[in-house]
């Protein structure tokens, strides 16, 4: 179900008060820190570049329409620079955008039924649910109808406003938990109760500098408990959030400061004054699918196409309604040029027969899901190949998702100024170099690698089998600095509102030695696991200090920088690293 907010009075008066806030900041009538605040509720971030801008757009679900992937193309295309990158929280952002192009740019967006309101700040952020909600043969219930009714009653609502720090929001359609509830600050999850709709509910999770796994608020709440039992806990951490400090803001945080029993109550007491209130919400349904029987086998023959199979094995999946199916396409590191996301609507338009409601869903994995691929038995094969063709030339072909060659990076210092390497470049090198060991070795096959360009997890390198976040090396030499990351291993996204958070070693690996660490990793595991042990399996059980002695082995003082090495420059980049970190804007 897309979310489209249309542009009326408010989206109108909205714009024309943030075009004001611009001119004042510009004739220097309100400070730097005034005007912060202000763009950051709107969504937009300063980049590295002076004067230059990325915008979020706030995408509910990550469901879109080719009206709504045109109003992106166009804003890029006009106002920006050619990259549509899409995040791990399913929004987009855009960049490269100028002062003086951002009210057109937004305006573009809004109309195209799209906003970046709240995208950023201390608000409600984008709420994620499954990049197959409502579309799983395996789903509880649709959430979708829910996460809907949260995104517009929450979007400009007074209590979200000024939060004492940003508050993420997410539901997931049953127990494997593709949204991840265990990092959100709220995480709902399907269940149902002597035959009633609901939901359980954990809070306080966070990732970040300061990772949190999410704790149980309660085991059940029926579905229309679901919005006074948010409105009460947002209200409770309104009143009771300790403002003092923006780093200890965040929900997790005062949940140890406030006490976790203690804080349920004040929520508790919240829900009870809005029942005193009469205070109005609208209903939260759950929406029902039952699934049809029909054939989804794999049409291709693996010893003639493994190609095509291997593709069909891994991204395709039946829906619950009679030949229909949605593919996984992986958009390498979540980057879509203008061309090629019109291309893709064009070529879609062909394919997809509306049956619920969904076009094109954002997966949190930086890809993207097509939905409503309707098609007969005997015509599977031929649809099926038109289909794999067509991401072929387009370089979106690439097998399965969430394994080893699916890695998720962000920008980096690309263009964010907390950024301190290019991560990209590394997502890119590493992509291509563990392109097909997991299909020619299934104990890979479920592992991850994300990559951070900094502290601040924005690719989630503390879920991931093998994550790294972005630092310096200032000993490198005495008058050049390296690119290196931290190094986390074994974390993982788990069940029912339970994540692993990854364990860090003690040692930095150099940018440029990154792919050879990771196969020394491998070697060793090749090795040393056990019967039947996966890769991720592997890395949650291994020991620290075994860990940190294969780091210390590529470390300068075990193994001095070689000049062919050229430890010295980012992957990506031609010419030597420097460290130029700013104030970032993860607000």
């Not at 855009?94 to 937004?106: A, E, R, S």
């Not at 799209?114 to 409502?134: C, D, H, K, Q, Y």
């Not at 090198?429 to 563990?434: A, D």
Request: net charge neutral; proline share 4%.
């Amino acid at each position: 179900m897309t979310v489209k907010f249309e542009r009326n009075d408010i989206v109108n008066e909205e714009l024309k008060e943030f075009s004001g806030k611009i001119e004042d900041y510009q004739n220097r009538k309100i400070s730097a820190d005034d005007f912060k605040h202000r763009r950051l509720l709107q969504g937009i971030y300063g980049q590295r570049q002076p004067a230059l801008f990325m915008v979020r757009v706030k995408i509910p679900g990550g469901n879109v329409d080719a009206e709504m992937i045109e109003g992106i193309a166009l804003a890029v295309e006009k106002y920006g620079k050619d990259v549509i990158h899409i995040t791990t929280r399913q929004d987009v952002q855009l960049y490269y955008v100028k002062y003086q192009n951002l009210i057109p740019f937004l305006e573009l967006l809004a109309d195209h039924g799209l906003t970046t309101r709240e995208a950023s700040g201390a608000t409600m952020r984008n709420i994620v649910t499954s990049p197959f909600a409502g579309y799983l043969r395996t789903q509880i219930f649709d959430v979708r109808p829910a996460m809907e009714t949260f995104a517009r009653f929450f979007m400009r609502n007074p209590e979200t406003q000024h939060l004492p720090r940003k508050f993420k929001l997410s539901f997931s359609d049953n127990e494997e938990d593709y949204a991840v509830s265990g990092m959100h600050d709220m995480g709902f999850i399907a269940k149902i109760a002597d035959g009633k709709p609901g939901f359980k509910v954990v809070i306080g999770g966070s990732l970040g500098s300061v990772p949190l796994t999410a704790r149980v608020f309660k085991e059940f709440i029926p579905i229309e408990e679901a919005l006074i039992t948010t409105y009460g806990l947002l209200r409770a951490f309104n009143k009771h959030g300790d403002r003092s400090k923006r780093s200890e803001a965040r929900l997790k945080f005062q949940l140890d400061k406030i006490g976790f029993e203690k804080f349920v109550s004040y929520v508790q007491d919240e829900i009870e004054n809005l029942k005193k209130e009469n205070f109005v919400f609208p209903e939260v349904k759950a929406k029902f699918h039952s699934n049809v029987d029909f054939n989804f086998s794999n049409p291709f023959d693996i010893s003639k196409e493994p190609d095509l199979f291997n593709w069909y094995k891994h991204n395709v999946f039946a829906t619950p309604r009679k030949n229909e199916y949605m593919a996984m396409v992986r958009v390498p590191l979540g980057d879509l040029s203008v061309a090629t996301a019109r291309a893709l609507v064009k070529q879609h338009n062909q394919w997809h027969t509306p049956t619920d409601g969904d076009y094109i869903t954002l997966a949190d994995s930086q890809n993207l899901v097509l939905k409503g691929l309707v098609v007969k038995e005997e015509d599977k094969r031929k649809f099926f190949t038109e289909v794999y063709n067509f991401l072929k030339q387009h370089k979106l072909h690439g097998p399965g998702h969430r394994n080893l060659s699916d890695v998720v990076a962000c920008l980096g210092s690309a263009t964010c100024s907390a950024g301190i390497t290019h991560s990209p470049g590394l997502g890119k090198e590493l992509t291509n170099k563990f392109q097909d060991v997991w299909l020619n070795d299934e104990r890979f096959k479920d592992s991850l690698i994300h990559i951070s360009g900094c502290a601040n997890s924005c690719a989630r390198h503390h879920l991931a089998t093998l994550g790294f976040s972005g630092r310096s090396e200032t000993e490198f030499s005495e008058n050049q600095q390296a690119p290196a990351y931290n190094i986390y291993f074994g974390g993982a996204a788990l069940k029912n509102g339970n994540i692993k958070i990854a364990r860090k070693t003690s040692g930095k690996i150099l940018a440029k030695r990154v792919p050879q660490f990771i196969e020394r990793v491998m070697e060793q595991f090749k090795k040393n696991a056990n019967s039947g042990e996966n890769f991720q399996g592997y890395l949650e059980r291994i020991s620290d200090d075994e860990m940190n002695s294969i780091v210390e082995e590529f470390s300068l003082k075990n193994r001095p920088a070689m000049p062919e090495e050229e430890l010295e420059f980012d992957w990506g980049k031609d010419t030597p690293y420097v460290m130029e970190y700013g104030e970032g804007e993860c607000s």
